[in-house]
């Protein structure tokens, strides 16, 4: 470990210390936490009656629902004396998308056979900024999904104080077995339509699951040629054309630097800590390389055929061949297991392996209420959502009740959007800055979202719940923005 990298981090717990005393001396602090009120009967009802509305407008649609839900039962409280929101209606309006396109994909596979996929790219709230938001290519993807994930990143990309609003895309379109040409039609056709919806002031993508360097930059060949301009239309690029150093590091490196800040609070850190990971993706692959910076051990990692799990720890030779496997051999993680000589547990995940803290850096709902019991019960304190909604609405309830730290996706993988606005500044000034000047911005933004966090976190009983103060952290700066908006 760097002396410089103490040097930060000390400078930061004295940041974070001082943050912490501003929020408890300020004086809105009282007023904010007196305005939420217990679970009562009137609350509950209301949140009834909320979903009620948006599953009769929205059917089917059961990702949407739940992340509406787990926004709506903290944030319902949080208005029920604010007629201003109430009035305005701003909680219906931030569940209805702004706009919502769907496309045809039509493309040639190497047999020479004509394939279709649907595109889509949700356009969900502009009122703090462009629309933005990742594009995810995946068998799985519907709109249901894709609704999920652009409601979570308007309130994500308002707690980095950034200028960004809500958006989200992508298609049923899977990467996984197509040869590089294949991907590069894929891409071509799907911009083809997608370039006269997006552009660097009003909808700018980035990468998600299945959607990576490769894919990106087949992405942005295509507007550039379509459109004969070199912009900031897509974030995630290449260094070479426009990308910010630390963007791919940034997802992975977020979540450890908020897992620090977390157990920070509690006079802990996560050196020497137990990590179990899920996926073996972007967001795992750096969360696994910061963990093992700051001196954790992490054990397992998986993806979508089963999980490794590597008793003497993954260290940073492991990791450089996880890198070669994942992006450039594009194989499965068992072949970790044959390297290495540790075991492969075929169709699980790694929560049946104890820990102190754990990382589900996967995808939605791929961690339930028996795995959070048997985290629990094997010693788990932590556990921080590097992928978005990993956990079941009922293993979140298990982790709050438990007083497990336990911070939500909105917060804790927020630095892959943050780093992806600070590339549109880059691109905008164009210019480009460090890899210290960067990763010096993101651990600012999510010490920043932590002290949010905390700020509106605090539940009656005084403990904190980071799902309460990230939902309200995020709702509040784009609810003024729509009120200052007026009916738009
Ligand atoms: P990625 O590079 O495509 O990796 C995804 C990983 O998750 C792979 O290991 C994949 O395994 C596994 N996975 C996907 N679907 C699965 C399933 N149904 N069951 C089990 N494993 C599955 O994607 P990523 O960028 O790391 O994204 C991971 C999560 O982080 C997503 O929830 C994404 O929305 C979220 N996120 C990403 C960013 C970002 O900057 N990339 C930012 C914020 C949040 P296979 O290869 O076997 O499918």
Known sequence: MTSRWWVCHMRYLLHCSFLALINYLSPNYDQRIDSIPNNNHQTLTSVQSFMTRIIDRNPGENEFHQAVHEVAETIIPFIHNKPQYQKAKILERIAEPERVIIFRVPWMNDQGEVEINRGYRVQMNSAIGPY??????HPSVNLSTLKFLAFEQIFKNSLTQLPMGGGKGGSDFDPKGRSDREVMFFCQSFMTELFRHISS??????????????EIGFLFGQYKRLKNEFTGVLTGKGASYGGSLIRPEATGYGVVYFVEQMLNQRRDSIKGKRVVISGSGNVAQYTLEKCIELGAKVVTLSDSSGYIYDEKGIDAEKFAYIMHLKNEAR???NAYADKFGCEFIPGKSPWEVPCDIALPNATQNELSVDDARLLIKNGCMCVAEGANMPCTPEAIEVFEN???LYAPGKAANAGGVAVSGLEMSQNSLRLSWSREEVDKKLQEIMFNIHSTCLRYGHKPDGRISYVQGANIGGFV?????MLAQGLV
């Open 132 to 137: 933005k938001g990742g594009l995810r290519f």
């Open 331 to 333: 194989g499965r993680i």
């Open 477 to 481: 700066r784009v609810a003024d923005a």
């Open 402 to 404: 438990n007083d497990i």
């Open 201 to 214: 002031d009003n909808d700018v993508p980035a990468g998600d699951i299945g959607v990576g360097a490769r």
